[in-house]
């Protein structure tokens, strides 16, 4: 049953005459509480911000002064107490309310300026358990919500960067603060206390090794509003989860215009896949458009590696998005731009190749300090018409496989090589995905078919149209070897690659049909070896 309601209206503008500033985060605490005791707010505080206010020579009131009763526990217990609370919870017009207080001498509070202990930037940092939940906040979500649920009367300010516009409401007010203004306010914080105790909840989970809890929450802080989403008649907005994995979401943007939602999703893609490859080994680059990989390679260079992967299809790439997993060098810059492309994402950049990034100004150029690790372990979250698909993310690296030779013919050394550079490029190529490869570079990518016959053949498709722009005899494709994502059902797309060229064959294996599909291979010379792991990329 719902607890009922005695509908008092709420006012619209309610003065400020007390408030009560509580901040782990004092970023502009001290100008606020200025402006406060200007306006002729009375300062009430707790701990570290009451020192701070007192030695900007301020007037404050501790907050024990309040409550008859001092801080004890380390702080632990210091605003959960009713003359808090009372304060804050009271209905002032109700009359059975405004007795009570009147009778206990709680005082109203009109306006509360909180933030929360760094719970995710110390669990971020790697600190202890101990330290971990040293830092979960208790009395402050519990002070952020009563005042958000009572924001009737009640102010409450979580965001220091909405301190500003609290100061020049109540200049434009008189002193008060507008109904609407109190909303607003408290749905943010709300939305503040809610991913807060989300990610409090998911570090639980991780810590427990409770793979689906009964409950999930996910959270995200406001980080762009888009111009629109996938259409231009979405709405769109960049969240971040905290979440310090390198990335589009953690990278710097040293010029171009502002990032799109197709961006940002095609941007992950892309460096998630150039993540893959070792910078220690090779470079590595790779361009995506639509999500998919349109060419990777790795080479001797950036410059290298970059003609490898825009041979593979060089009309796809046009518009698309570079990443590379080396630093960003001049050489290399000097031939991206001489095709239209979107971003640039490089773990850093030299400051020649970033001026010549420069003179291309809508050109995005994005570095971000270093390389998503392909073996860490995450979540990805995926919404669904009533509810969310969670799953731990694809972390499964060919390297650490054990790649079983199933046909009569092994493969050589130089195919082996290759088989694991397209498999690697695979996993990250829509299903179903099929991937041509030579010379540490794709030759042919067939993504996103209902059949993976198609794929192969789309694939081998696009390898002619590059051996034709690129003037060649034949496509590259003839050499070449193959990675498909999952098993082939039949032998019908492992004839397709056959045909196309291809001499080895990767896969998964797992089918009811995998004898059938041997029995092809041998009859063909062809190398095939299982890797026992699936990609499939939806």
């Known amino acids: 049953m719902a607890v009922p309601t005695k509908n008092i209206p709420a006012p619209d503008l309610v003065p400020v005459r007390r408030a009560l500033l509580s901040v782990f985060d004092k970023t502009g605490l001290v100008d606020l509480a200025k402006a406060l005791a200007a306006a002729?707010?009375?300062?009430?505080?707790?701990?570290?911000?009451?020192?701070?206010?007192?030695?900007?020579?301020?007037?404050?009131?501790?907050?024990?002064?309040?409550?008859?009763?001092?801080?004890?526990?380390?702080?632990?217990?210091?605003?959960?107490?009713?003359?808090?609370?009372?304060?804050?919870?009271?209905?002032?017009?109700?009359?059975?309310?405004?007795?009570?207080?009147?009778?206990?001498?709680?005082?109203?509070?009109?306006?509360?300026?909180?933030?929360?202990?760094?719970?995710?930037e110390v669990r971020r940092s790697g600190a202890g358990y101990a330290s971990i939940v040293e830092n979960i906040d208790i009395g402050g979500p519990a002070m952020i919500r009563a005042s958000a649920k009572?924001?009737?009367?009640?102010?409450?300010?979580?965001?220091?960067a909405d301190y500003a516009s609290v100061v020049n409401a109540l200049e434009m007010n008189l002193g008060s603060l507008s109904l609407d203004f109190r909303k607003k306010l408290a749905a943010k914080a709300f939305a503040r206390t809610a991913t807060y105790d989300a990610a409090i909840s998911g570090w639980f989970a991780e810590e427990l090794q409770i793979e689906h809890p009964t409950w999930r929450a996910f959270g995200g802080r406001?980080?762009?509003?888009?111009?629109?989403?996938?259409?231009?008649?979405?709405?769109?907005?960049?969240?971040?989860?905290?979440?310090?994995?390198p990335g589009v979401a953690t990278a710097r943007q040293l010029q171009g215009k502002q990032?799109?939602?197709?961006?940002?999703?095609?941007?992950?893609?892309?460096?998630?896949?150039?993540g893959e490859f070792d910078p220690a080994r090779s470079a590595a680059?790779?361009?995506?458009?639509?999500?998919?990989?349109?060419?990777?390679?790795?080479?001797?260079?950036?410059?290298?590696a970059y003609a490898k992967a825009l041979a593979c299809d060089p009309v796809s790439a046009f518009g698309g998005i570079v990443a590379m997993n080396r630093i960003l060098d001049a050489e290399a810059a000097e031939e991206i731009v001489k095709?239209?492309?979107?971003?640039?994402?490089?773990?850093?950049?030299?400051?020649?190749?970033?001026?010549?990034?420069?003179?291309?100004?809508?050109?995005?150029?994005?570095?971000?300090?270093?390389?998503p690790d392909p073996r860490a372990a995450g979540t990805t979250v995926k919404s669904v018409a009533g509810g969310l698909l969670v799953q731990s993310r694809d972390n499964a690296v060919v390297d650490d496989l054990e790649l079983k030779v199933v046909t009569k013919r092994a493969p050589t050394p130089a195919e082996l090589a290759d088989l694991k550079f397209a498999f690697r490029v695979a996993k990250h190529v829509k299903s179903n995905a099929i991937v041509y490869a030579r010379d540490g570079a794709t030759v042919g990518i067939g993504a996103?078919?209902?059949?993976?016959?198609?794929?192969?053949?789309?694939?081998?498709?696009?390898?002619?149209?590059?051996?034709?722009?690129?003037?060649?005899?034949?496509?590259?494709?003839?050499?070449?070897?193959?990675?498909?994502?999952?098993?082939?059902?039949?032998?019908?797309?492992?004839?397709?690659?056959?045909?196309?060229?291809?001499?080895?064959?990767?896969?998964?294996?797992?089918?009811?049909?995998?004898?059938?599909?041997?029995?092809?291979?041998?009859?063909?010379?062809?190398?095939m070896v299982f890797t026992g792991v699936r990609h499939f990329r939806h």
Request: with cysteine.
């Open 40 to 120: 002729g707010v009375e300062l009430v505080s707790t701990g570290g911000t009451a020192k701070a206010i007192a030695e900007a020579g301020l007037a404050v009131r501790d907050v024990s002064e309040l409550t008859g009763f001092p801080e004890i526990m380390d702080g632990r217990v210091k605003t959960l107490h009713p003359s808090v609370h009372g304060a804050l919870l009271g209905i002032r017009d109700d009359a059975d309310h405004a007795k009570a207080m009147r009778d206990r001498h709680i005082e109203p509070i009109d306006l509360v300026v909180s933030n929360l202990y760094p719970f995710e």
């Open 150 to 160: 009572n924001h009737a009367y009640v102010a409450i300010v979580t965001d220091p």
């Open 222 to 245: 406001l980080d762009q509003v888009m111009r629109y989403g996938e259409n231009p008649h979405q709405n769109a907005g960049f969240y971040l989860s905290g979440d310090k994995r």
């Open 259 to 274: 990032l799109s939602y197709n961006n940002i999703n095609d941007t992950d893609a892309a460096f998630e896949l150039v």
């Open 285 to 304: 680059i790779a361009i995506i458009k639509h999500a998919n990989p349109c060419g990777v390679a790795e080479g001797s260079s950036l410059k290298a």
């Open 339 to 371: 095709t239209f492309t979107e971003v640039i994402i490089a773990p850093d950049a030299t400051d020649e190749a970033a001026a010549i990034v420069a003179a291309k100004k809508n050109l995005r150029l994005l570095v971000t300090g270093g390389l």
């Open 448 to 527: 996103g078919q209902m059949s993976r016959v198609d794929s192969s053949r789309i694939a081998a498709r696009k390898a002619l149209d590059a051996a034709a722009a690129a003037g060649l005899a034949e496509p590259l494709t003839k050499g070449s070897v193959v990675a498909s994502d999952a098993f082939f059902p039949f032998a019908d797309g492992l004839l397709s690659a056959i045909e196309a060229g291809a001499t080895a064959v990767i896969q998964p294996g797992g089918s009811m049909r995998d004898d059938d599909v041997i029995a092809a291979a041998d009859e063909h010379g062809i190398a």
